[in-house]
């Protein structure tokens, strides 16, 4: 009882803080995000890397959020696409700092023995970029019109349908799905037990009766035809972005991906429905 | 003394392809290169991940292409930047598809032991694409005017200082490079042996005089000074370039990146200096 209202208490803080930023403006956005983004990539590499402080992990924050941050001023500031050239810095700095760390490089060379010096730091770095700042970067696109106007509407319809689709997984699901060990009625059992198809199509209808209701809502600027296909693919992305985090975490043998958040794990576990389904709706919203 | 001759013909083919390519026009230049990244991508694929065919590899492969060929586009027809988002679609796919991979996600799931579940395939998958493709498509930035013509020279005048400096240091390293086992003289011994630092000023030498000879030269279009930093950037960051490279492949314990080149081994072997040095002096381009 006492972890359901402290899960409870930094939910609503949480989502009242993402509402609040968005709403407030571009810069109060990117500050909000920034900060979003430095803890995710930290969480990721810690997951992936290791806890240990080391300079590849500053270096690919550093990256995660020059990339955020330039593809946020070429929407806001108007500056050219190139400078997200820069980004690629703190990127190649990883690989030649590599070269000389201590700690790898250490290696009895033979064709029978592969011994591992630390090369894979280089590819989990550059995941945790892709990975983590990646989405939001892509965010950046749709939070300006075409006059440079920020709109926050869009970006605040991705959040509440990604968040209708928790509740309506976790209700109908705990209703109606299956219970007890086996894989019937399963979504994926291999790498999230406990996600039930019929908390899937629960947590769907709640997605598009949350679009649908959007739709009619004036300053959201969004038909119900689009609003329904937007909801399906947030539902169906975010399904698989959760599931892609689980199997990360699964990966490394670990249950949640950090403890910032008190009774919700770490800010990866909060967004990972988020780094998929927001770039799939930007990508969408770019080709039709 | 055979292997000699075979090194040589296909070096000096292998060179005079790409002057001819890049001279023949932007199109050649692209499809050159478009060959060149995807049998990077699959040696690096095949280095990291394994031999075998996988759908991984495959839209790895994809997502480095792509990456290339809007890049490529958006300076040559001009399409808007934002369809670089476009290669996010093979590279999230990846994450997609490693879910229902069935070798994956078989795990023993307990606090003891991490079972490793295959999600390092991503984390290689898109150090593939950053790795091979976003320097060659960093080039793709300086081949057009701000007009939009295309100007092959500044490539041809990389290359050529890049091509100089492994002459100078082979060269030079030959004649006066320390000798035997020992470490002394050597530039990094645990990663490349066989480097002296007789070589490395050989080769710096080199980069200097041939930069300095083509800012004489008219169709280069390059003051001596910029040309002298220009070639002192190439060398340094050719060299790092080169042993990334060989940390890459002494991390996975093998000679040689592939076997396509007659006497050279693979294709990243033979680019491995270029993939730090080009995107080096695009970026101190745009900078300055």
């Given at each position: 009882?006492?972890n359901?209202?402290?899960?409870s208490?930094?939910?609503?803080?949480?989502t009242?803080?993402?509402?609040?930023a968005?709403?407030?403006?571009p810069?109060?956005?990117?500050l909000?995000?920034?900060?979003?983004?430095?803890?995710?990539a930290?969480e990721?590499?810690?997951?992936?890397?290791?806890?240990?402080?080391s300079?590849?992990?500053?270096?690919?924050?550093?990256?995660?959020?020059s990339?955020?941050?330039?593809?946020?001023?070429?929407?806001?500031?108007?500056?050219?696409y190139?400078?997200?050239?820069l980004?690629m810095?703190?990127?190649?700095?990883?690989?030649?700092?590599?070269?000389?760390s201590?700690?790898?490089n250490?290696?009895t060379?033979?064709k029978?023995?592969?011994?591992?010096?630390?090369?894979?730091?280089?590819?989990f770095?550059?995941?945790?970029?892709?990975?983590?700042?990646?989405?939001?970067?892509?965010c950046?696109?749709?939070?300006?019109d075409?006059?440079?106007?920020?709109?926050?509407?869009?970006?605040?319809f991705?959040?509440?349908?990604?968040?209708?689709?928790?509740?309506?997984?976790?209700?109908?699901?705990s209703?109606?799905?299956?219970?007890g060990?086996?894989k019937r009625?399963?979504l994926?059992p291999s790498?999230?037990?406990?996600?039930?198809?019929a908390?899937?199509?629960?947590?769907?209808?709640?997605?598009?009766?949350?679009?649908?209701?959007?739709?009619?809502?004036?300053?959201f600027?969004?038909?119900?035809?689009?609003?329904?296909?937007?909801?399906i693919?947030?539902?169906i992305?975010?399904v698989?972005?959760?599931?892609t985090e689980?199997?990360?975490?699964?990966?490394?043998g670990?249950?949640?991906?950090?403890?910032i958040?008190p009774?919700?794990?770490?800010m990866?576990?909060?967004?990972?429905a988020?780094?998929?389904?927001f770039p799939?709706?930007?990508?969408?919203?770019?080709?039709?």
């Amino acid at each position: 009882m006492k972890n359901f209202i402290i899960r409870s208490i930094s939910g609503i803080a949480f989502t009242a803080i993402i509402i609040l930023a968005i709403l407030a403006g571009p810069l109060w956005y990117a500050l909000l995000f920034f900060i979003i983004i430095a803890i995710m990539a930290n969480e990721y590499l810690n997951l992936t890397i290791g806890s240990k402080k080391s300079v590849t992990k500053a270096l690919a924050v550093t990256a995660a959020l020059s990339l955020f941050t330039t593809s946020f001023l070429i929407e806001y500031s108007g500056i050219s696409y190139r400078y997200l050239l820069l980004c690629m810095i703190p990127l190649f700095a990883i690989f030649i700092t590599n070269l000389y760390s201590k700690e790898y490089n250490v290696h009895t060379f033979t064709k029978e023995s592969r011994v591992n010096n630390g090369y894979e730091m280089f590819p989990f770095a550059i995941a945790a970029v892709i990975y983590t700042a990646l989405p939001f970067s892509c965010c950046n696109l749709i939070i300006f019109d075409s006059e440079g106007n920020y709109s926050a509407y869009m970006l605040l319809f991705m959040f509440i349908v990604l968040w209708m689709n928790d509740v309506g997984a976790y209700c109908i699901g705990s209703a109606f799905g299956q219970k007890g060990d086996g894989k019937r009625g399963r979504l994926f059992p291999s790498i999230s037990p406990k996600k039930s198809w019929a908390g899937f199509f629960g947590g769907l209808a709640c997605c598009i009766i949350a679009a649908v209701t959007m739709s009619y809502i004036d300053i959201f600027e969004i038909s119900t035809t689009k609003a329904i296909v937007l909801g399906i693919i947030i539902c169906i992305f975010g399904v698989w972005g959760d599931l892609t985090e689980s199997q990360l975490k699964r990966n490394f043998g670990v249950k949640d991906s950090g403890r910032i958040m008190p009774g919700h794990g770490g800010m990866l576990d909060r967004f990972d429905a988020a780094l998929l389904a927001f770039p799939a709706v930007v990508i969408f919203s770019l080709l039709f």
